[in-house]
């Protein structure tokens, strides 16, 4: 098989990977003259798909054939799809060759799992050590591992990879039991404090060896500096309050970087214990606000879901849809609500509420200001006093409020070939999960 | 009085004479701006003066150099003399504050043409895309090209992220406005030259297009999505672009077919001792 037609196989198999980021890699760079590559600060998308998705790594599988039975994966052993294999120099020239264009910052290497966890483990590292060792290469490495492989395997992982990751998959074992069969949430957990507890390691030595010598330059870092994963949506029943709370477990308990929401998408080669249809693709996209709103707004997972609601509005965005249910807090007063007060407001971000919060130091802010600053005052309008605004009591009381900010009438259910009209503004968000 | 700046537009060029300016006290009513790339003339022309010393006496905050350096490369012909307003009201008008204030008139037009500098320099990093044209033989370095069109003049800005990342290989980015290349030491700048001097395909591109056929999920089109953040505007000096249309066009029949394939049936599990041991524990559990 030639190597055009194995990339063709091994990236489709592939994309249904959501996480794509290359950002918070520790600083490395090639000036040194004997290397390739540079990481830190930002991650950079080098294209985008017509799917919205930023193309900023190579992501392929080293193998598509597997032993296990996922049955959202095209690449499961019931799948009738064409397996390939590429050997580890080929990926490794593959991400040289790519990355001297400038169209990847990295490498995003997973598998499917032949033979078993350890021996799969093992060919991985591989394509990473020869990148790290026999090409000095210094752009992003993320891999993939396995839970059930050997702790010294997914150590030795770590040591070449900037991120490391596991895909949960799906939020309960009940679910697991009868979509992955041979995935287990334990060992996923499991395996996850074990590298929690490898990265709080390397940290530390880090800033001790930083009291020591000043700049370590050019260094690869002694082991990833962060984990991800990734929970599958709408291929069961799962709610989202099931997923978030999960979400949330993990961000506090393994400190994860991120938690990617993939809404399940139909594949070519359908099983069939999985729907047929797709959960609508804003349901992600609230998920990704949501989430936003647990790490960086002082929210918790009871407050955006209460009990007896389990699952996210999809008409409104997870903040607005709290400051609904919750109307008594409001209005609040920019010129002199706390921070945390500020970043309840549907509407604001947390940029736009420091720039708040440092403006208002020396003025009394007006709409004219939250305008300059590109709020959008129609969303905040109804939940803020200004010094020249006071909303209308009776639109923060009525019933109606909802209806307020509904979107016209539009089809909710997605479909493919129509997709809702989203504003640019929206889209950017879908992305990033900001709001 | 009236001064006349007229000057190349550059960082440097700018701040060693706004600081002249601010040293005999000139305020910013009285200073035409004038960029001297764009004017025929050329006599009012002086010799940039990089090497000044900061006069101690005008000290500003390093945000605002950095803010200065990218409203700088903008192409908006107000942009100097705004900025000199600006740094004015920040020293000689007492107005420490300035900074902080993104709600006022000046530093919100700043920093609206800073934020569409740092995007170009950004999206630079992001789409500029090498193409080898050979190998220099003494030393064996790689030597790659690239054509690019910026939106503003930020080829200064971007060259430094490319002699980190590609340290080790030969490379030229050719742009209208400013050209710039690396031979393993030190980074040349040189005048802007046409897309016709750059090479215009690299034997990777159609492999690169094979993957990005393949990433793609034509089961969740969002196309203006990929539009907000790759704009057209960069699309005919990416390579990739070419099949945009075309797999947006196709991907609805693709859809189609993948609902109407019959379901797989689930396979037995294969005889692997792996697998054995892996079924045994959960039963355990
Ligand atoms: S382990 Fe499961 S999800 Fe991973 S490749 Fe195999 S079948 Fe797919």
Known sequence: ?435 | MTHTAQIQPTFEVWRSKARELLRQGVTPENVDWVDASQTASLLAEEPANYQTAPNASVKVPADFLRLAQNVCAHTDERRFAILYRLLHRLTLGGEKHLLGMPSDRDMHQCNAWAKAVSRDIHKMHAFVRFRLVGVNEPNGREQFVAWFEPEYRITRLAAPFFEKRFASMDWSILTPDECVSWDGEKLTFMPGMSRHDAPAADAHDDLWRTYYRSIFNPARLKVQAMQSEMPMKYWKNLPEAEIIHDLIASSETRVRTMIATPERPVKPSPDNAYLRKLHAQQHAD
């Open chain 1, 1 to 435: 098989m030639d190597l055009t037609r194995k990339l063709e196989i091994l990236a489709d198999a592939a994309k249904y990977d959501a996480s794509c980021a290359s950002s918070g890699a520790a600083r490395k760079d090639s000036r040194d003259g004997k290397g390739l590559g540079s990481t830190g600060g930002m991650g950079i998308c080098h294209s985008y798909t017509p799917d919205g998705r930023c193309v900023s790594l190579l992501k392929v599988l080293l193998t598509n054939a597997c032993l296990y039975d996922c049955h959202y994966c095209i690449n499961r052993r019931s799948s009738n799809v064409q397996r390939a294999r590429f050997t580890p120099e080929e990926v490794v020239q593959l991400t040289l060759d790519f990355y001297k264009r400038n169209y990847i910052e990295g490498l995003f290497l997973s598998s499917g799992i032949v033979r078993s966890a350890d021996h799969t483990m093992e060919q991985v590292i591989e394509v990473a050590r020869q990148l790290r060792e026999v090409h000095h290469f210094r752009g992003y490495i993320h891999l993939k591992t396995i839970p059930e492989a050997s702790q010294a395997l997914i150590d030795k992982a770590g040591r070449y990879a900037d991120r490391i990751s596991i895909n949960i998959e799906l939020p309960s074992q009940q679910s697991l039991d009868r979509l992955a069969p041979e995935k287990n949430l334990t060992n996923t957990k499991q395996a996850m404090h074990g590298i929690r507890q490898r990265i709080d390691e390397s940290l530390e030595a880090k800033q001790a060896a930083r009291q020591i010598v000043n700049r370590p330059r050019a260094k690869a870092p002694a082991f990833a500096t962060g984990q991800s994963t990734q929970m599958i949506v709408g291929a069961d029943d799962s709610s989202d309050a099931l997923v978030l709370h999960r979400a949330d477990e993990l961000y506090r308990e393994v400190r994860l970087r991120r938690v990617y929401y993939s809404g399940f998408s139909p594949i070519p080669e359908p099983s069939v214990l999985l729907p047929i249809k797709p959960p609508p693709l804003v349901r992600e996209h609230r998920l990704y606000q949501a989430d936003w709103l647990l790490r960086f707004y002082g929210f918790d997972v009871g407050e955006l879901l209460p009990k007896e609601d389990p699952n996210l509005d999809l008409d409104l965005d997870p903040k607005l849809a709290w400051a609904l249910r919750n109307r008594a807090v409001f209005p609040v007063d920019i010129n002199r609500a706390s921070q945390e007060l500020l970043w309840r407001i549907p509407g604001l971000g947390t940029v736009n509420v420091a720039r708040i919060l440092a403006a208002r130091r020396w003025s009394r802010l007006t709409l004219a200001d939250l305008q300059r600053m590109r709020v959008n005052l129609k969303k905040v309008m109804p939940f803020i006093l200004a010094a020249d605004h006071r909303p209308r009591l009776a639109l923060l009381e009525s019933t109606n409020l909802r209806q307020h900010f509904l979107p016209g009438p539009r089809q909710l259910e997605l479909n493919f070939n129509a997709p809702p009209p989203t504003t640019p503004a929206d889209a950017a968000m879908a992305l990033s999960g900001q709001i």
